[in-house]
Structure formats: C-alpha cells, structure tokens
C-alpha cells in the first residue's frame, strides 16, 4: 500500500514514471480502474480498508495527529472491532505489517500481528524517519522506504513457513516531503523531466486556505514531481524485491499481491495539489477518491474491469480470499472477490460507491457523482459528458430528478451503515486532523484539529448554494 498515489500515478498512465515492477503485476493481475477510497484522507481510509466499516461507523474521521499533540493518549481507535489482521490470525494466520500504521497509537504491535516494525506516525522525512523499537521512540537511519521493504522480506525469511501468511507492505512514499528526501539514483531519473502528462492549473479557488500547505509545489511543480516520482520508483523497487523472495521460496504461485494506495492525489490536476483536505471545503473530486488497485490471484481474472468497487470491500474480500468466513456484520462492506476470482458478480447491493470526510458525503454510479455536505456546498457531476468534474449541476432543474435519486440512495446507505455515536456528517472536521477517538466524549475543539497554524482556528467564507437532504 502506498499513501497518496494517485489514481493517475501509473507507468501506464503517466509515461514519465518509471516502475517496471508495477507494470509487470497489469500484466499479470487484475486491475480495478474504478476503485474509489471511503474517505479522501489516509487514516479513515485505511480504517475503512481494515475494517469493511464506513468513517461514520468506526470512527476515524480525519488523519491522526498522534503524540506530536500535547493531549493525545496512546489510543487504539479501532479497539474492539474485528479487523482483517485479528480475523486472519484467528483463523491461524501469521499477521505482519512494516511501515506506516496510522490508525491507533503504534508502539506495540496492533491485535492480530506477530511481526512488527512501525512509524510513528503517518508521514515525515525519509531519513531519520521516526519509529517505534520495542515500543521506545528512535529514528530509523536507512532510506524509510527501503527499511519498510527490508523488514518485510526479514519477516518472509523468519516467518514460520508452515502456516500461511498475512503480509502489509506499508509504504510512506508517495507523501511529502519530496525534496531532497530521496536517494539520488531515484532523483536522478526524472532530472530533466518537464512531465508532460501532467496539467499545470491555475490554483482552484478553494485551494487558496490551504494554499500555503503547497506554496512551492504550485510555484515550481517540476522538482516537486520529481521527488514525487522518485519515491515512487523506489517503491517500485520494493515490490520487487518482494515478488523475487517469494519466487525463491517457492510461494509466489500461492501468495495473492494486491498493489493500491490508501487515498488519490493531485499534483497541479484539477488546480490543486493534495487530496481531500487539499481544499476547503474538502473535495471529493476524482483525483482524491479513485485509487490505483490492480491484484494478482493464482489462476484469477487478469486485464482491466471497471466495474465499481469501495476499498472498504477489502477488509471482506481478503477474508473470502483466504477461506476464512466472516460474521454477519450488517455495517460491512460487500465483498468482491467474486470479481477478482473471475466468477461471476453482479455488484454490491447497491450500484454505487460512497466517501466521505468529516461533514461532506459522496455518491457514484459510475456515471453521476453527487457530493452533500452538511454545512453545504453541494455538487452534482456528470461524469460521462464531463470527467473532469468541471461544471457543478446540483441546481440545474434539468438534474434535479437524478440528483434526489441519489441523495436519497446516500441517505439510505448511511442510514444502514453508520453509528449515531460515531458519524461524522455533523461534526466540525476540517482536515487539519484528528488528535482523540470520538468514543472519548470530548467536544469537537479537543477532538479536532481545526488548523495547524499557530494564529489560530481556520475560518473561511464558503459561497451558500441550495443544499440537498442528507
């Protein structure tokens, strides 16, 4: 898993990139083009994915500051919910994870793992890169990324080989810090790229609260995109260095690769750079929720599918993979390993995928999205006469048959797949992060950040547009 890759970030969809080993596994896999994350941000993402629980279920609503906040404890978020981890386990499964957790205090190993070798937290530099070691804080002195790929082929190495295995790869790379954060044999590939793939915007006018977030990477994005690529590269390199421990063992014909990031991003796309909170009000625009998602499974569907899948499907769709059942769990996302298998699937129960971040939900069928926060503003896009998300019809009459559809199909899914103690649609979320579980009881002033600025809280004037039902 990768953190901020965006759906775009793909050899075969941005020729500048350099990842062969990634090119390889489209040849061999399959790959999910309309995947899209539960949340645009990494934290209740990758709850989501861990889970098959939607943000407003389990509770993690923004990314989580961890103990860089002076009033944070070292809480585990998703205490007391089955996990994919806890479930393998259970089933005899030997559980690891190396490199970004960021879903709950990471000092010891989460339930379910015997292997473990964690950040601090989710993001940071990629040299001297903090870390827990036997539960006490350290800086790891290797490349952060090559070190989560080394501990990983450790635990293939060690592992008890007559059990079968439960492995995530968790990579910091894509996210910043770009410049000089990264071996020079990577930077190097990309030295005198323009990229030309890549659109040069002007700066979305909702970018301009978070503008100072990416200053440089909007006034010079081409050093930015080559630190961007080069972590990709060596990401790259990781996975394989993976798949040729795994042929040594003897296991790769045995062993299902899934290669995906936790939340899209956009490098100057749609006039902005970042992902969900790289505006305000947080976005939900493609290059924020479609995620790269290809999958490997012996004798599986390979080519390309665009059938619509959550990422909060993986949590069941693993399970299913591995054999072991689940519970009846009437919160869950479906499964769609049906899909990946080649077998016949007709889709979740409903022909739509959902997102959301703090006060804003989102809905698609694959050819319309419809957007509904709760303090407004709303949107509504075609998505067949108009990918790009450019022209907002939430107040065209023409629409407004085809937009209460489908705010009345996300209120029904909410209505089925949240907790009242737990939702998020009514709190004051604003992407700056999350520092308590909610569980905590605390107001939303203690239990979010509302800017990381030190002159205060962030306040912005959004333009009021009709708002569309919950």
Not at 39 to 45: L, N
Not at 167 to 193: E, G, I, K, S
Not at 205 to 213: G, I, L, M, Q, T
Not at 300 to 321: K, N, Q
Request: hydrophobic share 35%; glycine share 10%.
């Amino acid at each position: 898993m990768t953190d901020d890759q965006g759906h775009w970030a793909m050899p075969h969809r941005m020729p500048e990139l350099v990842m062969p080993h990634v090119a390889e596994l489209l040849e061999e896999g399959l790959e999910l083009t309309q995947a899209y994350c539960a949340s645009p941000v990494c934290s209740p993402a990758r709850a989501s994915m861990l889970t098959g629980w939607t943000p407003s279920a389990h509770g993690v609503h923004d990314w989580l500051v961890g103990d860089r906040h002076p009033d944070a404890e070292p809480d585990h978020y998703l205490e007391g919910i089955p996990t994919t981890p806890v479930v393998l386990a259970g089933a005899g499964y030997q559980c690891a994870m190396t490199g970004k957790w960021h879903v709950g205090d990471a000092r010891e190993p989460a339930p379910g793992f015997e292997y473990w070798y964690a950040h601090r937290y989710g993001g940071g530099p990629y040299y001297g890169a903090p870390i827990w070691v036997e539960g006490e804080p350290a800086e790891e002195p290797r490349y952060f990324t090559q070190a989560v790929t080394e501990q990983a082929l450790d635990f293939l190495r060690t592992r008890d080989a007559g059990r079968p295995f439960y492995l995530q790869v968790n990579y910091t790379a894509p996210h910043t810090p770009w410049l000089d954060n990264h071996p020079d044999a990577y930077v190097d590939l990309y030295r005198d790229c323009d990229f030309p793939s890549v659109p040069r915007e002007e700066p979305h006018p909702w970018v301009e609260p978070r503008h100072r977030d990416f200053a440089d990477a909007f006034a010079d994005p081409e050093p930015n995109l080559a630190g961007y690529c080069a972590s990709l590269t060596a990401v790259d390199d990781g996975l394989g260095a993976l798949r040729d421990e795994l042929r040594a063992q003897g296991v790769e014909d045995d062993t299902i690769l899934i290669y995906l990031s936790d939340n899209g991003f956009a490098c100057g796309h749609h006039g902005i750079w970042g992902k969900g909170n790289g505006t305000y009000p947080m976005n939900f625009w493609d290059t924020s929720v479609r995620i790269p998602f290809v999958v490997r499974v012996p004798d599986g569907r390979r080519g390309v599918t665009e059938t619509l899948v959550s990422a909060a499907g993986l949590h069941p769709t693993l399970c299913e993979l591995a054999g072991v059942p689940l519970p009846a769990d009437a919160l869950g996302a479906d499964s769609f390993a049906p899909l990946i298998r080649g077998e016949d699937y007709a889709g979740p129960r409903v022909v739509v995928v959902h997102s959301e971040y703090g006060g804003g939900r989102m809905i698609t069928d694959g050819a319309w999205k419809l957007v509904v926060r709760h303090a407004g503003p709303d949107e509504l896009y075609d998505l067949v006469a108009d990918p790009g998300e450019r022209t907002n019809l939430v107040d065209d009459p023409a629409h407004r048959g085809r937009r209460d559809e489908l705010a009345a199909a996300l209120a029904d899914w909410f209505a089925h797949h949240e907790r009242a103690d737990r939702s998020a649609f009514t709190r004051d979320v604003r992407g700056y992060g999350q520092v308590h579980p909610v569980w905590r009881g605390h107001p939303d002033d203690r239990t979010y950040m509302w800017t990381d600025a030190p002159d205060g809280v962030l306040e912005v004037e959004v333009e009021p547009v009709a708002t569309v039902e919950p």
